[in-house]
Each structure stands twice: as C-alpha cells, then as structure tokens.
C-alpha cells in the first residue's frame, strides 16, 4: 500500500514539473534589448527563438518583464530578471524562459521566469 502511495505521489509530482515547464524555451540566445518610459510595460528581450513554439497567442521573438509593473507584477521581481537578462546578453549565455501568454504588454507576451544557463 504505501509503495502504491509513493509511485502516485511521484506521478502526480511529475505532471506538475512537466506543466510548469509546458511554456519554457530553453537554450535560447538573448539577441537584443529594449527599455523605455511608456511602451512594452517598460523592458523587452529579443530571443533567437520562435515564442509562438510553446504559445500560438505569441507572434513574435520579443518578450517583456513588465519592468514597470503594468501587468501586476513585482517591479522588484522584474528588476531582478532583467539584470539576469543584461548578464546572459552580456556574457552571451542562454536562458531559459517561461512565457505567460496570457499577460501582454502591447501585444507582446510576458516571462514570467528566466534562469541563465551554461
């Protein structure tokens, strides 16, 4: 009984690994950067990979960190990811996104998660 609990629990944990990572790109070159006072909720990065892969909603190779908080985001939190950003694009490193695509920033598709790799 208890090895029956263990292996469900571990089912059930994996289903939530595998949909949390469902909207990731991984492996991806940030290839151009953009901050500004009023358009695109304040800072966007370009990747070198199609969004609309992991989100159809999503047309385009730019997304946004909201660093102005307009999606009801933590401006903090965003400052945070786009320093992650500046040093992936810096050291030219890959990241790895997580694209929410139902927040958008003049038709541009939110990350909500960026993990620098290599």
Do not use: H
């Amino acid at each position: 009984m208890k090895k029956s609990n263990l292996l469900c629990a571990m089912f059930i944990g994996s289903l939530f690994a595998s949909s949390a990572l469902a909207n990731s790109i991984s492996n991806a070159k940030i290839t151009q950067m953009i901050t500004t006072d009023e358009d695109y909720a304040g800072c966007m990065i370009k990747l070198d990979k199609k969004i609309s892969v992991v989100s159809s909603s999503c047309p385009s190779n730019w997304l946004t960190f909201s660093c102005n908080g307009d999606l009801g985001n933590s401006v903090q939190q965003a400052s945070m990811m786009w320093e992650q950003a500046q040093m992936a694009y810096v050291l030219n490193k890959t990241v790895r996104v997580k694209v929410d695509s139902s927040k958008k920033a003049n038709g541009y598709c939110y990350a909500s998660y960026i993990r620098v790799q290599d």
